[in-house]
């Protein structure tokens, strides 16, 4: 049921990107052939997929989402093409590809990058359109734009870097503030998006952040544990990397054991805020509690 489920959203949000993104066939080509590069490259597409489910845990129109979670990914691709520069953790593989640096060189890569993240946030602005909407707009943007900022994902990749070295040496405290920020923040930020789009309340939408924060934090530990155990060609990216910068991670705080022990119990965490939410009698939840257990369950 989850692979039909992330399928689904991979085709749905791909063809929005398709749509979004600029043709490779205008000025500026070797820019737009970057970022469609990145943004439309092989991937799960989970965040995109957690924010349409959460819509539809809402009882919303799945429709109305489709744009903003597509501006989802625009940004997941941002983050991934700068934080695989030489300036930052220097990877030359991503997504079963070489990196957007390796092909087009660092310069478009980070012009690709920037431009991503500069039309996720025009998308933002801008759907779902009328002004029905523009409450839930308004929302939305603020969500994200906090998520990916200096309280979320750039701050996290700040303090990752500093991290970077410190290894089994840090605490698990330290490992969790930035799991929080670098990864989880979006995630959290996808459910909030559906949420706002399908016209949740306040508490509801304040019950999905805890449930996002729970999803966030074990969807990164899981990453852990996946950069000891599989290897480059099933995860699609480097393997071992994070040990041989001594990297700050929960199995190098917690061990391989304790990092997984800790992933379920994250999961089972999730599970109960999940069966916690305040849903409307037309919501449906059972695609987020797929998309939850698969977190636990991927192999990549």
């Known amino acids: 049921m989850t692979q039909a489920i992330l399928e689904d959203a991979r085709r749905r949000v791909d063809d929005a990107l398709d749509r979004l993104l600029p043709s490779e066939s205008t000025s500026c080509a070797r820019l737009h052939e970057a970022m469609r590069y990145s943004a439309l490259s092989p991937g799960k597409r989970l965040r995109p997929a957690l924010a349409l489910a959460a819509c539809?845990?809402?009882?919303g129109d799945e429709a109305a989402c489709l744009e903003p979670a597509a501006a989802l990914e625009m940004?997941?691709?941002?983050?991934?093409?700068?934080?695989d520069l030489p300036?930052?953790?220097?990877?030359?593989?991503?997504?079963g590809r070489p990196t957007s640096h390796v092909v087009y060189g660092e310069a478009v890569a980070i012009l690709a990058g920037d431009a991503l993240h500069t039309l996720a946030c025009e998308v933002l602005a801008t759907w779902p359109r009328g002004d029905a909407h523009l409450a839930a707009r308004a929302c939305v943007q603020r969500h994200v734009l906090e998520a990916i900022g200096w309280r979320?994902?750039?701050?996290?990749?700040a303090l990752d870097m500093e991290l970077t070295g410190k290894g089994g040496a840090a605490s698990e405290e330290e490992v969790r503030g930035i799991h929080l920020r670098k990864t989880g923040a979006l995630i959290r930020a996808a459910l909030l998006l559906g949420s706002e789009i399908a016209g949740a309340k306040a508490d509801q939408v304040e019950a999905m952040g805890r449930f996002g924060d729970v999803v966030g934090l074990a969807f990164q530990v899981v990453d852990d544990v996946l950069d000891v155990t599989a290897d480059a060609a099933t995860l699609g990216k480097s393997?071992?990397?994070?040990?041989k910068v001594a990297k700050v991670t929960y199995p190098a705080v917690?061990?391989?054991?304790?990092?997984?022990t800790r992933a379920r119990e994250l999961?089972?965490?999730?599970?109960?805020?999940?069966?916690?939410?305040?849903l409307p009698e037309n919501g449906d939840p059972s695609q987020l509690e797929s998309l939850t257990r698969f977190i636990l369950e991927r192999k990549s």
């Open 56 to 59: 539809r845990a809402f009882g």
């Open 75 to 83: 940004v997941h691709a941002y983050s991934l093409i700068h934080d």
């Open 87 to 95: 300036a930052m953790d220097d990877d030359d593989l991503r997504r």
């Open 152 to 157: 979320g994902m750039v701050g996290g990749q």
């Open 239 to 243: 393997q071992g990397k994070d040990a």
């Open 254 to 260: 917690l061990g391989l054991d304790g990092a997984r």
């Open 267 to 278: 999961t089972d965490a999730a599970l109960r805020a999940l069966d916690a939410l305040p």
